[in-house]
Structure formats: structure tokens, C-alpha cells
């Protein structure tokens, strides 16, 4: 006899067409956050290494600044190498908060039904710390872009005029700008901590041994950037640059 399954039900726990391209894509997207963010990262500690140049005086401060702009003359007119870097990172920023995003949003409707009590695990702080950590950054890195690249905030916002700029805007008297930086500056290294634990168990990290070396580095190196970024404004404010 001739059986009819065209209104077969699927076996118990047998997933839904849907599921595995849903899950293919949303390992694809955290490759992308884990390739994006490291090259954030990269450019994290490339641009530190540039702001330590303010310990060697106005002119090379100047000077370093002023070489940034020339970068790729005369094969490209002069500051596009800015330009297309600052696209690049857009692209990349912009790229990995949508991924999170939709990342986040397919986590919450994996989970319909809210636990009555759910404790505050380790995987929850740090996913909250992501989070808000994140919106943190974001807002640090306008603020930023507001203050010194486009100067518009900046106390002095003289362009060319770098050290003075950076000397003007973390003056003693502007200590709620000190204070906001350090909080977004702790904000970075915390989502750097964990971001890059995270980009190491996402490209193939899963030992438990190297996972005790992996959380080691991710914070010395977070650490490491904290210090970095905050010995400019601290420096100013306590007189080492005036």
C-alpha cells in the first residue's frame, strides 16, 4: 500500500531546513566580527604607539602628525592615505556592530521563555560587558573624532597644532574630559579582554591548555593598551606635558 507523506510530519528533533543555513551564516558572521575586530585592534595599538610620540616634544609630535598626511606621496595626493583608512575602519566598525547585532537578536529568539531565575554567570557579565562596553566605545570613538580629528570640540582646534591640541583638551581644568576618557579607555580594554578571547575560540582556539594562554595574553594586552592610551591625558594633567 502506497503511503501518502506529503503531510508526514519531520521526526522528532530532526532540525528545520532553515536551521543549518541559519547556522552556517552565523559562523560566517562571527568570522567577520573576529576578522573586523582584530584589525581594529591592530589599529588600536598602532595609533597608542603614535601617541607615546608626545613624550618626545612639540616638534616631533608635530612632525609625526604632519608625516601621517604624507603617507603615499606622490603615488596618492596628500592625507588620502587618511581618508582611505578612516574608510576602512567605517567599514569595519560599521560591519561589526551589525554583525553583533544580528548576532545578539538570534541568541534572544533561540531563548523564547525567560528563565524565572538565571544567575549571573561568567558568560553573561561578559556578554553584557560586550554590549555596553560596545555602545560605550561608539560613543567614545564620535566624541573623538569630534574633538581631535575634526576639532570641533577641541578647546585650542588649531589644525597642524597637534601637541598643543592634545595639551589644551586634557588640561587640569578640563578634568571631566579626563575623566570621560579614562572611563571609555577602561570600557575598550574590557571588550578588548574578551573580544579577543573570543576571535581566538572562533578561528580555532579550543584546547583548554592554550585557552589559559590565550585569556593570559588577551589581558596583558588590554592592560598594556589601557596604560598606553591613558599615560597622554594623565601626563597632562599632572605637568609631565604642558
Do not use: C
Amino acid at each position: 500500500m502506497a503511503v501518502d507523506t506529503s503531510t508526514r510530519k519531520p521526526a522528532a528533533g530532526t532540525p528545520a531546513k532553515g536551521k543549518p543555513v541559519r547556522r552556517r551564516s552565523s559562523v560566517a558572521l562571527k568570522i567577520f566580527m573576529a576578522v573586523t575586530g582584530l584589525l581594529l585592534v591592530g589599529f588600536l595599538y598602532v595609533h597608542m604607539i603614535g601617541n607615546l610620540k608626545i613624550f618626545f616634544g612639540e616638534e616631533t609630535f608635530d612632525h609625526y602628525a604632519h608625516w601621517l598626511r604624507s603617507i603615499g606621496t606622490p603615488l596618492l595626493p596628500e592625507a588620502w592615505y587618511l581618508y582611505i583608512q578612516r574608510g576602512v575602519l567605517t567599514v569595519a566598525v560599521v560591519g561589526h556592530i551589525v554583525a553583533a547585532t544580528i548576532l545578539a537578536r538570534r541568541a534572544r529568539l533561540a531563548r523564547p521563555v525567560k528563565y524565572a531565575h538565571r544567575p549571573k554567570v561568567q558568560g553573561s557579565y561578559a556578554a553584557r560587558t560586550m554590549r555596553w562596553g560596545g555602545v560605550i566605545v561608539l560613543l567614545f570613538v564620535i566624541y573623538h573624532i569630534l574633538d581631535l580629528t575634526t576639532l570641533t570640540l577641541n578647546p585650542h582646534g588649531v589644525h597642524g597644532e597637534v601637541y598643543r591640541n592634545v595639551a589644551e583638551d586634557f588640561a587640569p581644568g578640563r578634568w571631566y574630559v579626563t575623566l570621560f576618557y579614562t572611563l571609555s579607555i577602561v570600557a575598550v580594554g574590557l571588550h578588548l579582554r574578551h573580544g579577543l578571547f573570543s576571535a581566538a575560540r572562533t578561528l580555532g582556539q579550543q584546547s583548554p591548555r592554550s585557552a589559559v594562554v590565550v585569556r593570559a595574553a588577551a589581558l596583558v594586552l588590554s592592560v598594556t593598551l589601557v596604560v598606553g592610551y591613558l599615560s597622554v591625558p594623565f601626563a597632562v594633567l599632572v605637568g609631565l606635558v604642558d
